[in-house]
């Protein structure tokens, strides 16, 4: 649905971004995660028509953004950075300008606006001017104005920045609704997101692409993957460690914390090998009680950080 | 074309959701009248014409067009709703065209609330009144050529009032390029043709006649030309932004 070709764009000495190439399938959930300054709007910027690529090109849904922008930006819906919007026009206002300017006419137009607003639950500020609304309520807007015309294609730039906790669960609720039948590109910095509702996750950093795979992949290539958190008594904590440290497929053993007679070990597998029941079964044997035992699915944030932190090229 | 008329509607509105608007009406209309009646001695040239009222208009536009046009685009670019309009599915030069014959309009709108002035000398008098549609429409092509030149300086930048400023400056230019001032400045250096083409370029001189109510084709021709070519360098400010 939609396919980037080594899409690339230079600002003066600066290369923004470098040959970014991917592609998001119908019924695709795409994060598009890198630190702030990776490139991740410029990307988007260059996929929805507002800058043009440097070289490289992008088609949404068969149109070429750079050969035949109008038809592709007819298939896209964009919720741009910040999700602005004309502040002295009312949600509703906006919605029909947005409508009317994406083709939409008379009691279709109506309709959709109708719509949008319900999915995005603005039926109580419709008639309040924008500004004078909430960060959440904008963000709405913003999301009720992408999903207008009920594209193949959307692209939501970190449509939950800046939103309460409860407003997160919403839009992402919304955007998993949407999924069925569309490709969807969402850019975070939040990893949790990832999780949350993205089925692939594309992670750029300085303008390149570093990982491309789906989150438990990703999660894979953490050194704390299949780690085994354990809890003992404290009195059998050196022996347990000797024992752990002797199994071929350990690591490391790290002691992480001593409170109330207990003791709390994380046993680090090698080759991100499945210890859980080995583990479990030496203690027993040993007669160590295990008070609670945890096997780590890997943590997504040491990932990120290790794909992106700088380092020499 | 659908989208020139959306976005005219869009922009025409957003004029008049601010005390802006109202604002701007209220001062053109009190400072056309006040220049007409105490400068221009309007009662006292004891004439049944507008003339008085008329010669002023492109001293009034200097300072009020620019402020006009000055938000066009560059309150676009301040609020980020630029990235939003551009990502639509319509052309630049639609969006230049309907955000220009939205400001036009409104300019339109402040002349025609003059009309008391119309009926005050046809009260007094009988004025040819042919003569006084003429300057009308002269002086609102006037506004035109103004409004498209400050579009263009308010495409160049997201702040206001350097969009003001540049407008003004330019539009300052154009009227002032017949004037001898201006023209000695470049009859040190440059060739005959230079010069001329300088001279031609001055929208005061297109401007008596057309307040005198003569339309004439150069005239006609000029000022197309010039809002034209304003239209398409503003398409052009506003693209070649998007390559940058």
């Not at chain 2, 989208?3 to 869009?10: E, S």
């Amino acid at each position: 649905m939609v396919r980037l070709e080594r899409l690339t764009k230079r600002f003066g000495a600066v290369q923004a971004v470098d040959e970014v190439s991917f592609s998001v399938a119908r019924g695709e959930v795409l994060g598009f995660l890198g630190p702030n300054g990776a490139g991740k709007s410029t990307t988007m910027r260059m996929l929805t028509g507002y800058i043009l690529p440097t070289s490289g090109t992008a088609v949404v849904a068969g149109f070429d953004v750079v050969e035949n922008p109008r038809e592709a930006k007819r298939r896209i819906g964009y919720l741009p950075e910040g999700a602005p919007a004309y502040g002295d026009m009312t949600p509703l206002a906006f919605l029909r300008f947005v409508g009317a300017m994406r083709g939409l006419e008379g009691a279709e137009l109506e309709r959709r606006v109708r719509e949008a607003i319900a999915r995005t639950s603005l039926e109580e500020v419709a008639l309040r001017p924008i500004d004078t609304l909430s960060k959440g309520f904008r963000r709405r807007v913003g999301l009720a104005q992408a999903i207008l015309h009920d594209p193949p294609v959307l692209v939501l730039d970190e449509p939950t920045d800046g939103l309460d906790p409860n407003q997160k669960h919403e839009v992402r609720k919304l955007i998993k609704e949407m999924s069925a039948g569309k490709a969807i590109i969402v850019s975070t910095h939040i990893l949790e997101e990832v999780d949350a509702v993205c089925d692939r996750a594309v992670i750029i950093a300085r303008g390149r692409i570093v990982a491309d795979a789906r989150p438990e992949e990703l999660r894979r290539r953490s050194p704390a993957h299949n780690a085994v958190r354990l809890t003992i008594d404290r009195s059998r904590e050196e022996e347990a460690t000797a024992a752990l440290r002797a199994i071929n497929a350990v690591r490391e053993v790290q002691p992480l914390e001593r409170v109330n007679g207990t003791a709390t070990l994380l046993v680090l597998p090698a080759d991100g090998a499945d210890l859980g029941a080995t583990v479990a079964g030496l203690l027993h044997e040993r007669g160590i009680r295990v008070e609670h035992l945890t096997v780590e699915p890997g943590r997504l944030d040491e990932v990120f950080r290790a794909l992106t932190a700088s380092r020499p090229s | 074309m659908r989208a020139v008329a959306t976005v005219f509607k869009r922009e025409l509105a957003a004029y008049f959701t601010t005390p802006l608007a109202y604002v701007f009406i209220v001062i053109f209309l009190a400072l056309a009248g006040a220049f007409a009646f105490f400068i221009g001695a309007f009662f006292e040239r004891g004439q049944a014409d507008l003339e008085s009222f008329f010669v002023f208009h492109p001293w009034l536009y200097l300072f009020l067009v620019p402020a006009v046009a000055m938000r066009l685009w560059a309150e676009e670019r301040r609020t980020g709703t630029i990235e939003l309009l551009l990502t639509l599915p319509a052309s630049t030069f639609e969006i230049v065209l309907g955000k220009f014959l939205a400001a036009w309009l409104f300019t339109g709108i402040a002349l025609a609330l003059t009309f008391p002035l119309w009926i005050t000398v046809n009260y007094l008098g009988e004025p040819d009144n042919g003569v006084i549609l003429a300057a009308y429409l002269g002086s609102w092509a006037i506004a035109g050529a103004f409004i498209a030149i400050g579009a263009c300086a308010s495409a160049l930048t997201k702040n206001q009032v350097i969009a003001f400023v540049l407008g003004a400056a330019i539009c300052f230019l154009f009227l002032m390029s017949g004037v001898d001032l201006v023209l000695s400045a470049f009859r040190g250096w440059a060739p005959p043709w230079v010069v001329d083409l300088v001279a031609s370029f001055s929208l005061i001189t297109h401007f008596n006649e057309l307040v005198k109510g003569v339309i004439g084709a150069a005239t006609a021709v000029y000022l197309a030309t010039l809002v034209g070519v304003c239209l398409l360098v503003n398409t052009l400010i506003v693209d070649l932004e998007k390559a940058a």
